[in-house]
């Protein structure tokens, strides 16, 4: 199970994610994107992964991708800082 928070402000966009984020839910996360697309950059788009306990492996790409793109991740664990190759913070 995965809840997604959606918090928005005149300047930025956070998804606080809880629970798995698995590939059943990654069509959920996308859909909480201002780009739907799957190509724009998203440079104020905010990732809160404090309460995230796992991932699939289309759960990690779909983080791998909104990195790429300009997203940033606060609140991350050691376990998904390492998946991802990101400072935890």
């Known amino acids: 199970m995965l809840r997604i928070t959606r918090t928005t402000n005149a300047d930025s966009l956070l998804l606080k994610l809880e629970g798995k984020l698995l590939a059943p839910w990654v069509g959920e996360?996308?859909?909480q994107l201002p780009?739907?697309?799957?190509g724009g950059a998203l440079p104020n788009l905010r990732l809160d992964l404090a309460?995230?306990?796992s991932i699939d492996a289309a759960g990690q790409a779909l983080l791998q991708e909104l990195l790429s793109r300009g997203a940033t991740i606060s609140n991350c664990s050691g376990y998904i800082s390492e998946l991802l190759h990101v400072e935890k913070r």
């Open 29 to 31: 996360v996308l859909e």
């Open 35 to 38: 780009s739907r697309d799957g």
């Open 51 to 53: 309460q995230l306990s």
